[in-house]
């Protein structure tokens, strides 16, 4: 059997998700006999494969860049797991929500800022008016919830995926875990 | 005798076969017979007012689902408290809660001790397929000893029950109505300033982290609400 092939996302979120699958340590070399890992903030590709198996999305969906890259992933990926509270709810990055952006970009850029007071309109992308969950955008086939999921979650969940094997993801984790 | 408080009631809950007195709840006859039905406002010790909906149970013969905690047995009744229709209300009813106002579990004082987070786990809620309101709600950090974060509050009403009934001060109530409620202290004034006796029951009935204690930081606030029914037992001896 070819290995199956694994990509890992990282949208409006603290990277933690990530630090967690990492957690899995030695497990990771278990997993590398099973999957390649062929796109991911932790490996040097820069354009999204044409075929994925499994895409692990970390972060919710902020910017207009990020749902340009969520379509663009959906597209090209067979099972999209949101991977982590920030994804499935939105999580810290929502909290601006009852705010509004302009508030946030101001408190950032002018306020709190000691020279070149402006609000960035180039390179960085646009922020959409509320923080919104991958599944109001695309469809999403497994929600892994934690903040993050430990790696214990993601090694039997991702075990479980790979091989088949049934998988009840509440006896495993929960928001706020 | 016939209408004595002692009248047995027999009746069925999920196939099995149980007895009652009269005028006792469903949930407390399933609740004497390790059935268990999901709560969330009911607490034992407060009055029950069936506002969750989470309880919910089907009765055969009856189209229409009954609160547990509020609905009487009667002879011969066939209960059902796990179907998949149940299943399935119960789960959108805490979707509902979820998107109504802004549970951020992750950084929540009641992170691992919350009514609402357990449940949604134990009824297999893994998303939220409901958009979130993001509503914009204060907070009321005016008292010396709590903090109430409407953000989190679900409208349980436990606070409001547990300072009427137990405490009897009745600082806290709801004003407006549907999406608009919310607790409010005295006549909308700052709790700090209110009647408020500084008990600290409400804070500990309180199933979410819309009342906490100052003093607890992070997510290390565990609440103590199986006080109620000891606290009432004394004051009856009394």
């Given at each position: 059997m070819s290995k199956l092939k694994l990509a890992t996302v990282w949208l409006d979120g603290c990277s933690g998700c990530h630090m967690s699958f990492l957690d899995m340590d030695e497990r990771l070399l278990e997993l590398a006999e099973l999957v390649d890992?062929?796109?991911?903030?932790?490996?040097?590709?820069k354009e999204f494969p044409d075929q994925v198996d499994i895409t692990l999305v970390e972060g919710a969906v902020a910017s207009v860049d990020d749902e340009k890259k969520i379509k663009k992933i959906r597209a090209h990926s067979k099972l999209l797991i949101a991977m982590g509270d920030c994804a499935i709810t939105g999580n810290v990055p929502s909290m601006r929500n009852p705010i509004g952006p302009e508030v946030i970009l101001d408190r950032a850029?002018?306020?709190?800022?000691?020279?070149?007071q402006q609000i960035p309109c180039v390179v960085v992308p646009k922020l959409l008016k509320v923080v919104r969950p991958v599944h109001e955008f695309v469809k999403v086939d497994v929600y892994l919830p934690g903040c993050p999921p430990s790696a214990d979650t993601f090694h039997t969940a991702l075990t479980a995926l790979i091989t088949g094997e049934p998988l009840d993801i509440p006896a495993l984790t929960r928001f706020g875990a | 005798m016939s209408e004595s408080a002692f009248e047995v009631k027999t009746l069925q809950i999920d196939g099995q076969e149980v007895s009652a007195r009269r005028g006792q709840t469903i949930l407390e006859v399933a609740q004497e017979n390790d059935i268990s039905i999901p709560t969330l406002c009911h607490l034992e010790g407060l009055s029950d007012i069936g506002a969750c909906r989470l309880c919910l149970v089907e009765i055969a013969g009856s189209n229409k689902l009954l609160p547990a905690c509020v609905a009487t047995v009667s002879e011969g009744m066939v209960v059902s408290t796990n179907t998949e229709r149940l299943q399935k209300h119960r789960k959108t009813i805490l979707e509902l809660l979820m998107a109504e106002r802004n549970h951020i579990c992750s950084v929540c004082v009641a992170n691992g001790h919350c009514g609402l987070q357990s449940l949604v786990q134990e009824q297999g809620v893994?998303?939220?397929?409901l958009p979130y309101r993001n509503p914009q709600l204060g907070m009321d950090a005016s008292h010396e000893r709590f903090t109430l974060d409407?953000?989190?509050?679900?409208?349980?009403?436990r606070c409001v029950r547990v300072c009427a009934?137990?405490?009897?001060?009745?600082i806290w109530d709801v004003m407006g109505r549907g999406i608009n409620s919310n607790i409010i202290s005295d006549l909308n004034q700052e709790w700090g300033s209110s009647?408020?006796?500084?008990?600290g029951k409400c804070v500990q009935v309180c199933p979410t982290g819309a009342l906490y204690d100052k003093g607890k930081i992070g997510s290390d606030h565990p609440k103590y609400p199986e006080s109620l029914p000891y606290l009432n037992l004394m004051r009856e001896a009394q």
């Amino acid at each position: 059997m070819s290995k199956l092939k694994l990509a890992t996302v990282w949208l409006d979120g603290c990277s933690g998700c990530h630090m967690s699958f990492l957690d899995m340590d030695e497990r990771l070399l278990e997993l590398a006999e099973l999957v390649d890992v062929v796109y991911s903030p932790i490996v040097d590709t820069k354009e999204f494969p044409d075929q994925v198996d499994i895409t692990l999305v970390e972060g919710a969906v902020a910017s207009v860049d990020d749902e340009k890259k969520i379509k663009k992933i959906r597209a090209h990926s067979k099972l999209l797991i949101a991977m982590g509270d920030c994804a499935i709810t939105g999580n810290v990055p929502s909290m601006r929500n009852p705010i509004g952006p302009e508030v946030i970009l101001d408190r950032a850029y002018i306020e709190n800022a000691t020279a070149q007071q402006q609000i960035p309109c180039v390179v960085v992308p646009k922020l959409l008016k509320v923080v919104r969950p991958v599944h109001e955008f695309v469809k999403v086939d497994v929600y892994l919830p934690g903040c993050p999921p430990s790696a214990d979650t993601f090694h039997t969940a991702l075990t479980a995926l790979i091989t088949g094997e049934p998988l009840d993801i509440p006896a495993l984790t929960r928001f706020g875990a | 005798m016939s209408e004595s408080a002692f009248e047995v009631k027999t009746l069925q809950i999920d196939g099995q076969e149980v007895s009652a007195r009269r005028g006792q709840t469903i949930l407390e006859v399933a609740q004497e017979n390790d059935i268990s039905i999901p709560t969330l406002c009911h607490l034992e010790g407060l009055s029950d007012i069936g506002a969750c909906r989470l309880c919910l149970v089907e009765i055969a013969g009856s189209n229409k689902l009954l609160p547990a905690c509020v609905a009487t047995v009667s002879e011969g009744m066939v209960v059902s408290t796990n179907t998949e229709r149940l299943q399935k209300h119960r789960k959108t009813i805490l979707e509902l809660l979820m998107a109504e106002r802004n549970h951020i579990c992750s950084v929540c004082v009641a992170n691992g001790h919350c009514g609402l987070q357990s449940l949604v786990q134990e009824q297999g809620v893994t998303h939220v397929r409901l958009p979130y309101r993001n509503p914009q709600l204060g907070m009321d950090a005016s008292h010396e000893r709590f903090t109430l974060d409407r953000n989190r509050c679900i409208l349980c009403t436990r606070c409001v029950r547990v300072c009427a009934e137990i405490e009897g001060a009745h600082i806290w109530d709801v004003m407006g109505r549907g999406i608009n409620s919310n607790i409010i202290s005295d006549l909308n004034q700052e709790w700090g300033s209110s009647a408020c006796t500084r008990c600290g029951k409400c804070v500990q009935v309180c199933p979410t982290g819309a009342l906490y204690d100052k003093g607890k930081i992070g997510s290390d606030h565990p609440k103590y609400p199986e006080s109620l029914p000891y606290l009432n037992l004394m004051r009856e001896a009394q």
